[in-house]
């Protein structure tokens, strides 16, 4: 008799949690990074509501450590952010390089004030530039006087990382994080199969095609985020860290990958650099897609399924 | 009261049903092509057939366009335990006719989730050789689907090509080009062209997906049963998410 209560109640305990914790998909939005960060996670609401929370917590801790002008490098995450950056730096032949800040500032991409510098000003400011200027001393960046670091172009990326790991951690098995050109997916999408990613046309409405993916990062370097025209000439915010000029010969880059940090990287650098296989070739996990200057796209590197439009 | 009863009363409650539920896939797609000129002769075992190893309601039903027995079959349903409803919003099943290019011989084929479902050990493989006996050809094609989207009336720019279920190629419809595709058992050949996709060669005995209209608007598809193979225009909705 006893045993029988005992089983109906442990029954009746494991059904009623059951009940309790039915698992949906969730979305959220939040503003992290000056730019509308999306989530959407299988999970009960109650633990979506955790998961908000961590994702925030993530997010304005990295948005803290690497905000324009911070000079701050006390952090863990700085250091840790500095080696991976520096070898990507390495690897692309210093065209990835978060030292470009004051190239920003003197094009008007930091105060808004767009303008064409002089030859003789871009001249002087490539002095400030080089990853390899910087030393580090018990576990500090010192930086020499006058350089500035921008970790625009990978911090995104650390960003989404830190937080998908969270998220695992506490149990979230199929979701994707999206911050505007930043993005990984794990798990199966709503409708059970991959991801489906549309990527941006860098010149028209809609889409250039439609990644599918699992378990995998991507994000976009364009030239039509942030920029100004002068007469016909575009210059855009993603600058050639040997001349000082906007790179030219390509209008948006994605990179497919393991990690986010290495894709927001590496799109950058690839980006930036006139021989994209090259850097690739270093990272074997990691594929690319290319739109030129003349609108032809091109895949290089490891293939991911990507279908055009 | 022995385990066995305990067992049967607690999991025949009402209050666990829905628990039973959520753990089967209710995000169920599943389709029966019927190639007949009379499916209200074949429908209802097939029909009752499905009811029985899905867990999906199935009750009532809608039928979108015009076929010359169309209200025949609603008769039959109607007759039996299916309630014929007006708007497809409502309805669990929509029936919608399509006419072959050329007259086939009379067949069906069941697709589970882009899959073509195997039937060979199943209560239907007798009704589907008794309707493989009979020549005479039709160019009727009854599709009868189970909670899925309908058809969108707008023209999809990919046709997602599912080989065994599994998905091998994503084919653009905006240029004209043509695409080989092997599988298991043949070969299936489909050639895209002015925004429609269409299959010209195949290794199959019966060639009824040479004979499906070539398709282009969102939710279309074209099946070859033999070959395993399936091809379906992909609605816009399907991007999940943008970068860039």
């Known amino acids: ?309 | 009261m022995d385990r066995r009863y305990f067992c049967k009363t607690f999991l025949f409650m009402p209050f666990l049903s829905p628990l039973l539920n959520a753990s089967t896939n209710t995000n169920s797609d599943l389709e029966l092509q019927l190639i007949t000129s009379s499916p209200h002769n074949v429908i209802l075992p097939l029909l009752k057939e499905i009811q029985k190893t899905h867990m999906f309601r199935c009750r009532d039903f809608t039928v979108l366009n015009y076929f010359p027995q169309k209200e025949e079959l609603i008769k039959v349903l109607s007759k039996n335990q299916w309630r014929y409803v007006l708007k497809p919003s409502q309805a669990d099943f929509i029936i919608t006719f399509c006419r072959l290019l050329n007259p086939t011989s009379p067949s069906f084929t069941l697709i589970k989730k882009d899959k073509v479902w195997d039937i060979r050990h199943k209560n239907l493989f007798s009704l589907w050789q008794e309707m493989n006996k009979n020549h005479q050809p039709s160019s009727w094609l009854t599709i009868v689907s189970f909670n899925r989207k309908k058809i969108n009336l707008r023209r999809g720019s990919f046709a997602s090509v599912y080989i065994d279920g599994k998905k091998v190629e994503s084919l653009s419809l905006k240029n004209s080009y043509s695409k080989s595709f092997k599988t298991k058992r043949g070969k299936i050949d489909v050639l895209i062209e002015k925004g429609n996709a269409r299959v010209v060669d195949s290794s199959c005995r019966k060639k009824i997906c040479l004979n499906t209209s070539p398709v282009s608007l969102e939710g279309e598809r074209i099946i070859c049963a033999p070959n395993h193979f399936l091809l379906e225009i992909d609605s816009f909705h399907f991007i999940d998410t943008v970068i860039g």
């Not at chain 1, 210093?94 to 105060?111: C, E, N, Q």
């Not at chain 1, 390899?132 to 018990?138: A, M, R, Y």
């Not at chain 1, 809609?206 to 990062?217: Q, T």
């Not at chain 1, 930036?272 to 290089?300: R, T, W």
């Open chain 1, 1 to 309: 008799m006893v045993k029988r209560i005992l089983l109906s109640f442990v029954f009746l305990l494991f059904f009623s949690l059951g009940c309790g914790t039915k698992e949906k998909w969730n979305t959220a939005t939040f503003l992290y990074f000056d730019t509308i960060c999306e989530i959407n996670l299988f999970c009960s609401p109650q633990h979506f509501e955790s998961c908000q929370r961590e994702v925030s917590r993530v997010f304005s801790e990295i948005e803290n450590c690497f905000s324009p002008g911070t000079t701050d490098f006390s952090s863990p995450h700085v250091l840790d952010l500095f080696n991976k950056a520096s070898k990507v730096f390495q690897d692309s032949d210093g065209f990835f390089d978060i030292t470009v800040a004051p190239l920003s500032r003197l094009w008007g991409f930091v105060d808004k004030k767009h303008r064409v510098p002089r030859p003789e000003e871009i001249k002087k400011a490539l002095n400030y530039i080089g990853m390899n200027k910087i030393k580090i001393d018990n576990d500090r960046l010192l930086l020499p006087p006058e350089m500035e670091l921008d970790w625009g172009g990978i911090a995104k990326g650390l960003g989404v990382d830190l937080a998908t790991k969270t998220l695992k951690e506490i149990g979230i098995s199929r979701g994707f994080i999206n911050t505007g050109g930043d993005l990984f997916c794990w798990g199966k999408n709503p409708s059970n199969s991959l991801w489906k990613i549309g990527i941006k046309h860098p010149r028209k409405k809609g889409f250039l095609g439609v990644l599918s993916l699992s378990e995998r990062g991507a994000a976009t370097t364009g030239d039509y985020q942030r920029y100004f025209l002068r007469g016909d000439v575009r210059y855009h915010h993603v600058f050639n860290p040997h001349t000082g000029y906007p790179a030219r010969k390509k209008q948006s880059v994605t990179v497919i990958g393991p990690k986010t940090l290495y894709c927001d990287a590496l799109s950058t650098a690839l980006f930036a650099c006139p021989h994209p296989e090259k850097i690739l070739d270093k990272y074997p996990d990691y594929g690319a897609i290319i739109v030129d200057s003349g609108g032809n796209i091109f895949k290089i590197g490891k293939s991911y399924a990507f279908s055009f439009i």
